[in-house]
Nanobody
Framework: VQLQAYGGGLVQTGGSLRLSCAAS?????????MGWFRQAPGKEREFVAA????????SYGDSVKGRFTISRDRGKNMVYLQMNSLKFEDTAVYYC????????????????????WGQGTQVTVSS
């Protein structure tokens, strides 16, 4: 499975961006999960959001709840991350990730559960 993330860029505090991730070379059937993690310089990789392929059930990191929305398009094998009310601390490289097998809801935030990772897209929020 190959993941191609795009949509990052430079935005002012309070602005919005939409990230997209295209998955190719594999099928998720009804059991997969796709998500986003991010990593800022000098910090550990942080869970942002994930969506279960079968029913669209979502999970969010505490720092983005209420501001970010993850969605998926099963027909296009795409996942999106709508980011609103961006803050300076949202600045990071955002990575798209995928797992083709089922994962329990409580583990959706665990990066070790994911099999495939995209190359990352930079999001910079200016203060």
């Amino acid at each position: 499975v190959q993941l191609q993330a795009y949509g990052g860029g430079l935005v002012q505090t309070g602005g919005s961006l939409r990230l997209s991730c295209a998955a190719s070379g594999g099928t998720f059937s009804n059991y997969g999960t796709m998500g986003w993690f991010r990593q800022a310089p000098g910090k550990e990789r942080e869970f942002v959001a994930a969506v279960r392929w079968s029913d669209g059930k979502t999970s969010y990191g505490d720092s983005v709840k209420g501001r970010f929305t993850i969605s998926r398009d099963r027909g296009k094998n795409m996942v999106y991350l709508q980011m609103n009310s961006l803050k300076f601390e949202d600045t990071a490289v955002y990575y798209c990730t995928a797992r083709t097998r089922a994962v329990v809801y409580s583990a959706m935030s665990d990066p070790n559960q994911y099999e495939y990772w995209g190359q990352g897209t930079q999001v910079t929020v200016s203060s």
